[in-house]
């Protein structure tokens, strides 16, 4: 699922392409992606696009007469640009949106289509698809810390959860936690102050580097090459891989068809966290520590 920092690359992109230009034709095949009805899809022709911004993790495209155009991407959805008179690039679009200066496509992989397309009326359309989530790189460290402690949950849930904290996801809590060296599972009271102001940097320092990355890795393209798996990662989507730090195999925890990756020498002391899976199957032959599992025996 697209987070921040491929976000905000699409934000600047989209901005630069569409702000000024009138949206000619909007044509969508997805069953279920036009969510609204009211404003119809129809009453955006003709009109000029005035801004592209971001609203956690959806994109809206803001017309003249206080209209707008918010897409979630969700897991699977990708966005494709192309110059007027040509075929956007991917599979089959489920939306088309025909531009003066070109043509916007999204497409989305799988059979389980979830992205979401709505057409809203004015600030308060805007407000009703907002979750509340923090935007932590405009946020105090005193700010941040009275959001992440307003509820009792693991530190990976409380990253992730959109009426906390704004964009952020699966793959960069992964990243912000392996660099804050802190245990997916730790529970956010128990988080000391300077515990606190670790997680914050991590937050703002992770999500600033992938974006400057990705800036550059898009140069003048429009982005492509959208995905939750990046080599450079240091844990996310690096299962059994060395950490780059300490060099120890990254480890994971898996429920409900998500994966959580962590290095348990730099982030759990050394202990490994319990996949309910694999944990439920081998019952004390688990290992519960780094090195009973390089050694290959149970705890």
């Known amino acids: 699922m697209p987070e921040y920092p491929d976000l905000t690359v699409y934000v600047e992109h989209l901005s ?4 000024g230009t009138r949206l000619e034709r909007a044509l969508v095949s997805g069953p279920n992606l036009l969510r609204t009805f009211e404003p119809p899809l129809d009453a955006l022709g003709g009109r000029e696009v005035e801004r592209v911004t971001r609203l956690g ?15 979630h991407l969700m897991i699977a959805g990708r966005l494709h640009w192309a110059k007027p008179g040509r075929a956007p690039r991917g599979r089959r679009p489920l939306a088309r949106l025909e531009f003066t200066s070109g043509v916007l496509s999204l497409t ?24 509340g989530g923090l935007e932590v790189m405009d946020a105090t460290l005193e700010a941040f810390a009275a959001r992440l402690r307003s509820e009792d949950h693991t530190l990976k849930r409380a990253l992730t959860d959109p009426r906390l904290f704004a964009a952020i996801g699966n793959a960069y809590s992964d990243e912000i936690l392996h660099r804050a060296r802190l245990s997916p599972l730790k529970r956010t009271p128990q988080l000391a102050d300077e515990e606190t102001a670790r997680l914050y940097e991590a937050v703002r320092t992770t999500l600033r580097e992938w974006t400057e990355r990705l800036r550059a890795q898009s140069g003048d ?11 450079a990662m240091a844990v ?12 120890a195999p990254v480890q994971r925890i898996r429920y ?11 982030q759990t002391g050394g202990r490994l966290l319990a996949d309910r899976a694999l944990s439920r199957l081998l019952r004390s032959d688990w290992p519960r520590t780094l090195e009973e599992l390089e050694e290959g025996r149970g705890g």
């Open 16 to 19: 630069r392409r569409l702000v």
């Open 57 to 71: 993790k959806r994109i809206v495209t803001s017309f003249a007469g206080d209209l707008h155009l918010a897409l």
């Open 108 to 131: 989305e992989a799988g059979t389980r289509h979830r992205a979401a397309l709505h057409v809203l009326a004015g600030a308060s359309g805007l407000a009703s698809l907002d979750a």
């Open 221 to 231: 393209a429009f982005p492509e090459g959208v995905t939750a798996f990046r080599g």
């Open 236 to 247: 996310h989507g690096r299962y059994r891989q060395p950490c780059p730090d300490c060099g």
């Open 256 to 266: 409900a068809g998500n994966e959580t990756n962590y290095c348990a020498r730099c």
